[in-house]
């Protein structure tokens, strides 16, 4: 392997990992984050809400939504669909809205079926160290998607009271 494909390889300086497992059939899972209807109940860390503005969950679909946080400021998102393969994986990049601070990188969700149960993994890569530093120091991403998929975890808990 050459020097610049090991490189490539090693981006654990870059990335932002998180990984639950949940007591619901991975379709469930998929259709919690695909559908904007679901996903304005759950999306954000705890005390925030969020108003979907639109999502397109395709290949070059955009998904544009607002985090309202509890101090009462709004958090625009701008994110693009790079790749979608139901009920497994998406691939998605966060880009700048008109006014918004720069942190773009991209995410990649997994859904791995465990007899019932489903793994969702959570990677974010940024594009150097330093912008993965900043995005954790300034808006205390690590805490914020576990607090994410825990809100996701309770969230699941009623769709699946609602469908038994």
Do not use: C
């Amino acid at each position: 392997m050459s020097a610049g494909a090991s490189e490539a390889l090693n981006t654990v300086d870059r990335e932002i990992v998180i990984t639950r497992i949940f007591h619901a059939p991975r379709e469930l899972v998929f259709k919690a984050w695909t559908n904007p209807k679901h996903v304005a109940q759950w999306w954000g860390p705890n005390g925030f809400t969020t108003t979907i503005q639109e999502m397109d969950v395709r290949p070059g679909g955009n998904w544009r939504l607002v985090m309202h946080g509890p101090d009462g400021k709004d958090y625009k998102n701008k994110i693009v669909f790079t790749e979608v393969v139901k009920s497994e994986r998406l691939v998605y990049k966060h880009v700048p809205e008109a006014g918004t601070e720069s942190t773009t990188h991209e995410s990649t969700v997994t859904f791995v079926e465990l007899g019932g149960k489903t793994e969702v993994t959570m990677r974010m890569l940024f594009a150097s160290a330093a912008a993965r530093e900043h995005i954790v120091k300034t808006y205390n991403v690590i805490e914020g998607g576990k607090q994410t998929l825990g809100r996701l975890g309770e969230y699941l808990k009623t769709m699946e009271q609602k469908r038994g």
